[in-house]
């Protein structure tokens, strides 16, 4: 008998959050705003720690029934919620990382219009974030998926009076939607033929299916539409445009949403349907060749990207990339791994990246920044620890969970291992390109810029009244408040030691993490004879277990490599030598501003599905079928009506005697016609 | 004994007259005469019927009509009066305000 959990509380207490807010927000003062939105988010932190503390003595997976949603004939779904290993670890990432970006939010905010809507959105998409991890089948997890879109959406537009802000919180939506798409003809796949969503119940239902080696088949199609929908979530090629865009968002909504955890769902949806995935490995190496290319797509786009969060946004699609690279060559712990290291360097990334901004008056231009090293330390030292994790130098997170997606990698293919390896080279260039361009050099901005960014947007008029409790608005680069610096601090600390939790056997650890994930990536795998690595590497140590350790110190000594080589190159280029990029860049002419242009994706987009869509929705839908269909069918009854009672009109002329011609006329032939009947 | 197909045919005749006359006549009086002059006809072929049938039911209802007609003559002669007195005309052709 497992004890009840109470599970149900953890998403529903952020929504009491969203509901306090966002329907008496607008009365209350900030405090107490905050106090409500910190309150519930706090809230369900701390019952996901104690889930956590009584997760051992659970029998996993522990499912709990709160109440019948559908039932359908067969078909039933539930709103249930689900616990193993990997809702647990996605539920303390979620509740933790989010938490902390919550503090850091009251901050950020404090000055901004519309503060009570924010948290009420933040709290909101809380929500939505933990019903997808922890749903116990895929409906409701779909429920979830919707609603974290929904809730970007709202918060990507949050400056709605700014164009470019509602306009990329659009094409979030309608990006997302055709990822979607995919993942629900998923679902009525999965419906049709195992008349069920439930997570055991569908993996039960083909773990007796052996791997669809030999073609493609349902469990190929399932897994190739479940990538279309992770594609969008978690933008990967086809589909990323959006992520760059969203950058419009408040700084905390791109760390949170946007970085560390909404985007990362589509990694978890595919790790949570591992079981299909082992069982269809054509589906699997379209995880991984998408995953490839994204990574090193959107790394090189990074090196050029002058804006700090657009540089991160890249930043943050090559290393789902990652993820899903880990995915594809079935290492799903190791993509869990990286997804939580990386949410908390990411995180910690984009939140140090706001402090900067905060601190320069609202500029995003990196070239308009330099030298803010001994001005903001605690930014600084932050951001430096992040940095360092994320280009993957040990004893940083992410040096340990990059190199174990790297290692299983190359056992799967070594085209993978490299192109990941080039990118890690790369993905250590560009951190330190904006490393260097923010901390180093001299200060190149505007001297005194005190603006803070919503002045540009024209919201004074929002904000007025709001006493400054730390002097934002006063002259000159100044650290962020408290608020703002301790979530910082947690998240550099977090990202520092987050990886020692998953040292490789190689290095002398014993991969906690892996052994913790083992019973849900493992026992249901078994079904699946032999798909690359999945198995054998998750029993432990083979026999071979010596060998394989020295070639996989010689792969972390690479990969370190590929990380300091980054560094250097950066240092070089913009530190010693500050005007040799502008050479370089000018040496490479065509190629250069490809990349700098994101490769014109946008605009191949634009000329391909956007522009004809529009054309086609206003030549045909508008012009062709609303306007000369529908309302000209209105429009014409209407005017034949009119030419009608014109012409029947003239009848009545006032003209006594022609009525009674006419009344004599009717009686005429109502007479003739008896008399025709009566001679007949 | 006239048969009563003359009655009928002479009962038309003032009918029809008095339709034409409706039709064709401009002066509201003349118009007036015409109606009674068609419920006259119709009176005659009651009349008529009421002979051939040896029912009371024809010879009656000519009474009704006659005094409808009356009432009517009251009515309708009021009412030129007043046309008359606000249009200062009997021509029907100008007295069409009751048209779009």
């Known amino acids: 008998m497992t004890p009840d959990l109470h599970l149900w509380l953890i998403p529903v207490l952020p929504l009491v959050g969203a509901a306090v807010n966002g329907l008496f927000g607008k009365k209350f003062p900030r405090q107490a705003v905050a106090g409500v939105a910190l309150l519930f988010s706090g809230a369900a932190f701390a019952l996901a720690l104690l889930v956590a503390s ?3 003595s659970l029998t996993t997976p522990h499912v709990e029934v709160l109440a019948t949603w559908i039932r359908a004939g067969k078909f039933q779904a539930d709103f249930s919620f689900f616990l193993d ?79 470019s802000a509602a306009a990329a919180g659009k094409k979030a939506f309608i990006v997302n939607r055709i990822g979607d798409f995919g993942f629900l003809i998923a679902l009525f796949l999965l419906i049709k033929h195992f008349g069920t969503l439930n997570f055991d119940q569908v993996f039960q239902g083909i773990a007796p299916m052996g791997a669809e080696t030999g073609g493609a088949g349902l469990l190929t199609a399932v897994g190739v539409l479940l990538m279309v929908g992770a594609a969008g979530k978690s933008a990967q090629i086809p589909l990323y445009v959006w992520l760059p865009d969203a950058m419009e968002g408040p700084t905390p909504v791109s760390a949170l949403i946007h970085a560390a955890t909404m985007v990362t769902a589509g990694v978890y949806m595919v790790a949570r349907s591992h079981v299909i995935f082992e069982r269809a490995p054509m589906a699997m190496t379209v995880v991984a060749i998408v995953g490839t290319l994204t990574a090193l797509f959107a790394a090189t786009i990074g090196i050029t990207q002058t804006d700090i969060k657009k540089v991160l946004a890249y930043s943050t699609v090559s290393q789902l990339g990652y993820m899903f690279i880990a995915c594809g060559v079935g290492a799903f712990s190791a993509a869990i791994f990286h997804l939580m290291t990386h949410a908390f360097f990411k995180g910690l990334l984009f939140l140090a990246a706001g402090s900067v901004i905060h601190a320069v008056g609202g500029e995003q231009d990196m070239r308009q920044m330099g030298g803010l090293r001994t001005k903001i330390p605690w930014t600084f030292w932050t951001m430096t620890i992040a940095t360092f994790a ?57 001297a005194e810029s005190s603006h803070h960014e919503v002045d540009e947007l024209g919201h004074a008029d929002m904000r007025v009244g709001v006493p400054a409790p730390h002097g934002h608005g006063h002259g000159g680069i100044h650290e962020s408040p408290r608020l703002m610096v301790v979530p910082l601090v947690v998240l550099a600390v977090l990202s520092f030691i987050g990886g020692w939790i998953g040292v490789p056997g190689a290095l002398g650890g014993s991969n906690r993490f ?69 050479q370089i860049a000018a040496g490479l002419g065509g190629l250069y501003q490809a990349v700098l242009h994101k490769y014109y994706i946008d605009e191949l987009y634009a000329a391909l599905f956007v522009k004809p869509l529009i054309a086609g929705s206003a030549l045909i839908l508008w012009h062709g079928i609303d306007q000369d269909v529908i309302d000209a069918a209105l429009d014409n009854s209407a005017h034949g009506a009119r030419e009608v009672s014109d012409s029947v009109r003239h009848m009545q002329s006032g003209n006594l005697r022609s009525y009674a011609g006419w009344v004599a006329a009717g009686a005429a032939v109502v007479i003739a016609y008896m008399i025709w009947m009566g001679t007949r | 004994m006239v048969p009563i197909s003359y009655y009928l045919v002479l009962s038309g005749i003032l009918f029809a007259c008095g339709v034409t006359g409706f039709l064709i006549k401009r002066n509201i009086i003349s118009i007036f005469m015409s ?28 009474f009704f009509v006659m005094v409808v007609a009356a009432a009517e003559a009251a009515v309708g002669l009021a009412i030129i009066i007043a046309v008359y007195r606000t249009r200062e005309t009997l021509n029907v052709d100008q007295v069409d305000l009751l048209k779009l």
């Open chain 1, 54 to 56: 009584r997760f051992s």
């Open chain 1, 514 to 582: 892996e052994k913790f994930l083992g019973p849900v990536f493992h026992a249901t795998a078994a079904g699946a004879e032999g798909h690359r690595g999945t198995i054998t590497e998750g029993e432990g140590e083979g026999p071979e277990s010596q060998a394989g350790h020295a070639t996989e110190l010689i792969f972390t000594g690479i990969s370190v490599f590929a990380g300091l080589l980054g560094f250097l190159l950066a240092w070089q280029l913009y530190y010693r030598n500050p005007l040799l990029p502008q």
């Open chain 2, 35 to 62: 109606i009674e002059l068609m419920l006259n006809g119709v009176n005659l072929s009651f009349v008529a019927f009421a002979a051939q049938w040896h029912a009371l039911s024809g010879q009656i209802f000519v």
């Open chain 1, 390 to 446: 994320i280009a993957g130098i040990p004893p940083f997170a992410g040096f340990f969970s990059k190199d174990e997606i790297l290692w299983r990698a190359y056992q799967a293919s070594w085209v993978y291992w490299f192109i990941g390896l080039f990118t890690a080279f790369v993905t250590s260039f560009y951190m330190f390109r904006l490393w260097f361009m923010t901390f180093f050099g001299e200060y190149r901005g505007a």
């Open chain 1, 85 to 163: 290993q990997l809702s647990l670890v996605m539920l303390l990432v979620v509740t933790g990382v989010g938490f902390l970006i919550h503090i850091y939010s009251v901050g950020y905010m404090w000055e901004e219009g519309g503060f009570y809507r924010f948290f009420s959105y933040l709290n909101l998409f809380m929500f939505f974030m933990l019903t997808l991890v922890l749903a116990s089948n895929y409906l409701l997890m779909f429920i979830g998926w919707e609603g974290v879109g929904l809730a970007s959406y709202l918060l990507i537009g949050f400056w709605f009076t700014k164009d």
